[in-house]
């Protein structure tokens, strides 16, 4: 069975910073796309970064020139560097996986259980 699991949230103050990191676990042979999600209170998921396997990023303009995501396949971990936090940014964060293969097939739209983000003012 294939997980993703995100570690790294908490509380933390205007300016400062905080890592996410999400690892997979199980019979994975490679990870395609993987990408972070929030979601604040009240409102929908937003994706917030993106990576490919082979390292292109994508970025909401929200978090632009703040966050940096990054990946190690050998590992198949994706991290989230996150500086400058603002109040905005508190929210439950995910882990996405778009499809993997494993020693079964391919599995699509995986998601991380999230890790809760709150940065006071």
């Known amino acids: 069975q294939v997980q993703l699991v995100e570690s790294g949230g908490g509380l933390v103050q205007a300016g400062g910073s905080l890592r996410l990191s999400c690892a997979a676990s199980g019979s994975i042979f490679s990870i395609n796309r993987m990408d972070w999600y929030r979601q604040a209170p009240g409102k929908q998921r937003e994706a917030v970064a993106s990576i490919t396997r082979g390292g292109i990023t994508g970025y909401a303009d929200s978090v632009k020139g703040r966050f940096t995501i990054s990946r190690d396949n050998a590992k198949d971990t994706v991290l989230l560097q996150m500086n400058s936090l603002k109040p905005e940014d508190t929210a439950v964060y995910y882990c996405?996986?778009?499809?993997?293969?494993?020693?079964?097939?391919?599995?699509?739209?995986?998601w991380g259980q999230g890790t809760q983000v709150t940065v006071s003012s």
């Open positions: 996405n996986a778009d499809s993997v293969v494993t020693a079964v097939g391919i599995l699509r739209d995986l």
